[in-house]
């Protein structure tokens, strides 16, 4: 893969940049089927502005990125410094913009653990790495919006 950066032309494969690629097809209306180098998702829009509701809508699955790259993080790091709980989630609230673009303004991520023995020291060590050094989708939404954590033990 290549592309022209000002008056260079980089060549991704050779310089080895860790970069992504996705591709979106369109289906028809506003239903969108997009290829992620790791699976399909289907994407659409509510009924209400012209889709069919048969898919994933756009804006909720940046969500989706967010809890999933702090999630994979702080089960990666809980499982390094045995400290595994028996249930873990993660939760996402996005507020958006009333005006268009409308963008979320304010995110707050809540991460719920449930273990019979906690060990609070180093899960909150491991929620604060991934939020302050590991998820890169976390400073990515710190670039638009103000974004926060909180932590629940169950």
């Keep these: 893969m290549s592309f022209i950066s000002g008056n260079k032309y980089i060549n991704l494969a050779k310089k080895k940049i860790m970069a992504h690629k996705v591709v979106t097809e369109w289906q028809s209306d506003l239903h969108f089927v997009s290829d992620t180098n790791g699976g399909n998702l289907v994407l659409d829009a509510d009924e209400k ?4 509701g048969m898919g994933l809508r756009p804006k909720p699955l940046m969500l989706v990125s967010l809890s999933g790259c702090t999630g994979m993080d702080v089960a990666s790091l809980l499982k390094k410094m045995r400290a595994e ?3 873990f989630r993660v939760e996402v609230e996005g507020e958006l913009t009333e005006e268009h673009p409308k963008v979320y303004k304010k995110v707050v991520v809540h991460y719920y653990f449930k273990d019979d023995e906690y060990k609070k020291d180093k899960i909150e060590k491991a929620v604060d790495l991934s939020v302050n050094r590991y998820c890169g989708v976390f400073e990515m ?6 974004v926060s954590y909180q932590i629940h033990y169950a």
Excluded: A
């Design 49 to 52: 502005v012209g889709g069919k």
């Design 85 to 87: 709980v028996n249930e």
């Design 141 to 146: 939404f710190r670039q638009f919006c103000d």
